[in-house]
């Protein structure tokens, strides 16, 4: 059995920005216009960040589970005897 290889990733930034309306974040590349908005609270506005660097994560991340991950045999991953 192969030993787990550590895997890192570096995520992407955001920038948030309070409005009248509400809170707007996006890339720091993109305009003001183009950020997403507007958001009620702090919470709701780092929660949509967060599935967005989940989403980030898990496209980078498929390649190498897949890589990795033994066979599962009769739905348990503990080797047989």
Known sequence: MQPERQR???L?????EWRTRGWYFGRPYQTSREYRGPYS???SVTLSIARLLRREIERRDR???EETQAPIVN?????TF
Do not use: L, R, W
Not at 75 to 79: A, D, E, I, Y
């Open 63 to 65: 390649a190498n589970a």
């Open 12 to 16: 992407n930034d955001y920038t948030v």
């Open 75 to 79: 739905g348990s991953n503990v080797p």
């Open 8 to 10: 890192k990733y570096a």
């Open 41 to 43: 609270s702090i919470a």
